[in-house]
């Protein structure tokens, strides 16, 4: 793996990836928290109208995390285009 780090700052908070883990900052919590890349399962990026946004990484053997930001339309975007590039180095159907 190479030394690329992917990093998304949204209104509520950062999202990271190293290629090794994924970590979130903020989004109403106080701590951080962090999912290897091999514990990844699936990572699930879902909008819907009356419900909002839905950011849930599925993991084996940890926690995972999910979290609900408050995003417009601009930060959608960009936050699909985090979500596609952690798949794509991820690799297979994640």
Do not use: C, Q, W
Not at 4 to 31: C, K
Not at 55 to 60: D, N, Q
Not at 69 to 86: G, N, Q
């Amino acid at each position: 793996m190479s030394d690329n780090r992917i990093e998304l700052v949204l209104n509520s908070g950062v999202l990271t990836f190293d290629e090794r883990v994924l970590e979130r900052f903020g989004f109403g919590y106080a701590e951080s928290t962090r999912v290897h890349a091999a514990e990844i399962d699936e990572i699930i990026l879902v909008r819907k109208r009356l419900v909002g946004t839905l950011f849930e990484v599925k993991a084996r053997g940890a926690s995972g995390m999910m979290i609900s930001p408050e995003v417009d339309d601009a930060e959608y975007a960009r936050l699909e285009a985090f979500v596609a590039e952690v798949r794509s180095t991820l690799g297979g159907d994640r």
